[in-house]
C-alpha cells in the first residue's frame, strides 16, 4: 500500500535552528519564542480538547521514533509526511518564509534522506503567494516532494485568481496541492464564526473543503492548469457525490458568468481532484452501500491514508466492502499514478 496522511511535526525549534537563517534565530531568541503557535488574538475562552476516548498522539518527532512506532509495523511501499507546523505559525510573512525553508530542510534532511520509502509534502508561507511560489522554485525541484501543502482553512477560498501563480510553480515541478484539514488556531471553522464543541469544529473541515472546491472549479483553476491534481486530506469524501450534482445542476443555469468552465464542474473534479479516505464518515453503511458509494464516487479518485497518529476507526468498513481491483486502486495504484511510485509494491 501506499499511505498518502502519515504526520510529523518538530518538538521545538531547537530542531530547527541548524536550518534557519542566523537572523530568524535571532527574532526567536528575542522574543522568547518557544513554542509554534503564536496566536494573535487570545482564545483560550474558545479552545477546547479533542474527546478523551480519541486523543490524538503527538505526530513523531523524529526518524527514529517514526520507525519505532509506525513504519515497522506498516506494509506501505511509500509513506507521504504531512508536517502541519506551518498551519500554526504567527501571520508576519516573512517569518514564514524562512520558517517554511527551516522545515523542508528538515523534512529532506532529517527524513526523506534516511528512508527511502518516505516521501513529503512541501511546506510554504501560505499568507504570501510569492513567497510560496519562490519557495515552491527554492525547493520543489526535489522529487521527494510530491505536493505542496495548503490549509483548508485560508484567508480566501483557494480558487481565486491570487493563488494561480502557487499553481503554475507546482504544475511545471509535476507537484500536487493538497488542502489538508485544519488551519490557524485563530481562524473559525465555518462561516458564521467560532463553534464551542469539537464535534463542530471537526465536521468543519468537510463544509469548508466543499467550498474551496466549487472556488477552484469556478474561478477555472482546473482550466488553467488541466495536468494539476488536488489531494483533499482529512476532510472526508462520502460529502462529493452531492456537492458535484449540485453544481452541475447549477452550472446549467449560471454558465454565462463563469464561461471558461466548458465542461459539466463533475468533469473538472472526476480528473484534477482525488481525496483521502480518512476520516471515512461512512456511520453505520452497510458492504452494499460502501461499494454503491465508492461507485458513485469513482474508486480512483481515492487515496489510502491512515491519518497516524490520529484514529479514526477501522479502515477495514471502506477496503472490506470493495473488490480486489478497486480495493488496489485506493491501497497503492491511485497514489502510485498520482506521485509517480512506479516502485511502489502492493
Known sequence: MIDTDVHVAPASWDALYPHLDPGWRKYLEERRVTGFHVPTVDLEGLRYAYPPVSRPQAPPATYAELKERFLDGSAAGHVVLNCLTMFELNRNPYFQAGAAAALNDWLRDEWLERDARLRASLVVPWLDPDGAIAEIERAGGDPRFVQVLLPVRAEAPWGQKAFHGIYAAAAERGLAIALHAWGPPNHADNT???????????????????????????????VRFPG?????????FTWLPSITWRMDKDWKGLWPEIPWVRERPSFYVRRNVRL?????????????????????IGPELLLYASDFPHEHGDPGRLLGALGEADRAAILAGNATELYDLRDARV
Open 192 to 222: 458564521k464564526g467560532y463553534t464551542t464543541t469539537y464535534v463542530e469544529d471537526y465536521l468543519g473541515n468537510a463544509t469548508i473543503a466543499q467550498q474551496h472546491l466549487v472556488s477552484l472549479v469556478a474561478e477555472g483553476v482546473f
Open 276 to 296: 483521502t479516505t480518512t476520516p471515512g464518515h461512512l456511520g453505520g453503511a452497510t458492504p452494499e452501500q460502501v461499494r454503491e458509494l465508492v461507485r458513485i
Open 228 to 236: 494539476l491534481r488536488f489531494v483533499i486530506a482529512e476532510c472526508g
